[in-house]
């Protein structure tokens, strides 16, 4: 293999492996513990230790630094977290994202079969899904090691061949090129765990220097702050000043880790030991050191980036102007169809956004969600007004059967999603408020019962997203038949609640009116929800007499 075209193939190969094995464990993080990391963060109040924590437990999880970063900005986008409490979480992040990077750098292959027998034994025979999720996790990180069995094991051949060693060794003279290089490669790949831990193999290998390896990981953490930035460019200023924040926070450190790099080669933890180790070690120690010398001073440096970027107010209010609306399109049907497809999703992921945050009004000790929630309303109405108008204006024209009824499928669903934030907004917020206001607690059985009864209706309204986005009649089928599910369960869990009254459960006596609206609105919701699936069932014959088939 020393041709150097093979070479490349190979190495770009397992690079290939390593982003979809990272991607494929974050994947199945999202889907198993999505909704528990959520909510750790939405903890990160004030304490910034805390709040450091728990960015270490979410990053580590994620495998992803950027992963938690986006999950801070939105938030931040809602109202629901702080700038400060936010930097103190993003410095947190990135030092759980090192101790991904640590547990590889290991050697793990003899692990390698019996995680493959054991995830694919889970995935494919428990009907749990949470357990299937995490037979997808451990398939992933097998497939982690074995990409990086591939890097390495390429890596080794190119110190064989005299032009791409010409060219690394070139690197090494140049070391704010490296940096910028290293920066853009990390951006590129949209994974600073996968380029560190391809640093890793170019270093064991002896492919590349230490120094020229440590380096190319200084540029790696810049590059890592990069990724979120571009990612959420768009966001409300306030949530940009997350990413600017960490951006800053990482240049600052490679600075000085440039100017001090020379001075390392001596240390006992650098000086004989293993070049791969080494990297993982000062990967780690790099971020360490942010924390320790940025987190003390996390409130004066948010009110610095406050001032420094300013919320841009006409910006702030087009987030609910439509975005795809293009008048120009009305000549043409299907690009206007498309337009407003897009622009229903936009809707769609607010509409997502308060419904999983609602459940939350009813613990927090403040209005700051609640006012947010009231917020992103003001955009669903404005939003489904100007969809409806746009819809209104194409079928004035004329229009195939076809568009004529994808335009009407389109308004319906609008329709559907304006109700369900108006029950939100005008029913759920209010008990929230009225519980809160009356300072009365629902039981615990009542409140484990109220909770998974909403996971329920979220996970509803994702599937609803998705069929909605690709029209596949056996997701449709599924959201359809789950509605009869929720309706029994609703009736379950009202003959549970009415039995606490007739045992004389306080908490149960105190929140019964409470307790019954918040079952009857979260399944009025569910309601408007299903109606996406309707039209694509009853194209599909699926829908008899507005019944499923058997």
Not at 290 to 306: D, G, K, Q, Y
Not at 357 to 386: C, G, Y
Request: proline fraction near 3%; glycine fraction near 6%.
């Amino acid at each position: 293999m020393n041709n150097g075209g093979s070479l490349l193939l190979h190495l770009l190969g397992g690079i290939a492996l390593l982003l979809w094995a990272t991607r494929l464990v974050k994947t199945g993080v999202q889907r198993a513990f999505g909704d528990q990391l959520r909510s750790l963060l939405q903890r990160a109040t004030e304490n910034r230790i805390r709040a450091c924590g728990l960015g270490v437990l979410v990053s580590t999880a994620l495998q992803s630094s950027t992963a938690t970063a986006l999950l801070l900005v939105s938030f931040a986008a809602r109202g629901l977290i702080a700038l400060g409490p936010a930097l103190a979480v993003m410095l947190g992040a990135d030092i759980g994202s090192t101790l991904v990077v640590q547990a590889l750098s290991f050697d793990l292959k003899a692990l390698v079969p019996v995680m493959f027998i054991g995830g694919v034994a889970a995935f494919m025979l428990s009907d749990n899904s949470t357990v299937r999720q995490g037979g997808r996790i451990v398939i992933g990180l097998a497939l982690m090691i074995l990409s990086l069995g591939m890097i390495v094991g390429t890596s080794t051949a190119m110190r064989e061949h005299p032009t791409l060693t010409f060219v690394l060794s070139r690197l090494g003279d140049e070391p704010i090129l490296s940096v910028m290089l290293a920066a853009g490669l990390t951006w590129l790949l949209h994974s600073s765990v996968a380029m560190v831990l391809f640093i890793m193999a170019l270093a064991g290998a002896q492919v590349i220097s230490l120094d020229l390896a440590l380096v190319l990981l200084i540029g790696a953490n810049i590059g890592g702050g990069l990724i979120p930035l571009g990612l959420g460019w768009r966001e409300p200023q306030a949530a940009r000043r997350i990413l600017v924040g960490n951006l800053a926070f990482r240049v600052s450190g490679a600075v000085t880790a440039l100017v001090l790099l020379g001075s390392l080669r001596d240390l006992p933890w650098v000086a004989g030991q293993d070049p791969a180790r080494v990297i993982a070690n000062a990967h780690m120690l790099f971020n360490m050191a942010l924390a320790a010398v940025f987190l003390p001073f996390i409130e004066p440096i948010a009110r610095v980036l406050t001032r420094s970027l300013p919320a841009d107010e006409s910006r702030e209010a087009s987030l609910s102007r439509p975005l795809h609306l293009d008048e120009v399109l009305l000549d043409q049907p299907a690009l206007a169809l498309g337009a407003a497809s897009r622009e229903v999703m936009r809707l769609a992921e607010r509409v997502e956004a308060m419904l999983s945050d609602t459940i939350h009004t009813f613990s927090d000790n403040d209005d700051k969600r609640r006012i947010a929630i009231r917020k992103l309303d003001d955009e669903v109405d404005a939003l489904q007004e100007a969809i409806k108008l746009y819809l209104t204006r194409l079928t004035r024209q004329p229009l195939s059967e076809e568009d004529a009824r994808r335009a009407f499928d389109l308004i319906l669903f609008t329709t559907n999603l304006e109700h369900v934030g108006d029950i939100i907004d005008k029913n759920l917020l209010e008990l929230a408020a009225k519980k809160r206001r009356h300072s009365v607690s629902f039981s615990e059985a009542g409140w484990a019962e109220l909770t998974e009864f909403h996971a329920r209706i979220v996970r509803q309204m994702k599937l609803a997203m998705t069929v909605f986005m690709t029209k596949d009649v056996a997701m449709a089928r599924e959201l359809v038949a789950e509605k009869d599910s929720i309706r029994v369960a609703e009736k379950r869990a009202t003959e549970r609640h009415l039995a606490r009254l007739r045992e004389g459960t306080t908490a149960s006596i105190e929140t019964s009116a409470l307790h019954l609206d918040m079952l009857r609105d979260l399944k009025r919701i569910n309601a408007h929800i299903v109606s996406v699936a309707h039209p694509i069932l009853e194209a599909s014959g699926e829908i008899r007499q507005s019944r499923l088939r058997g």
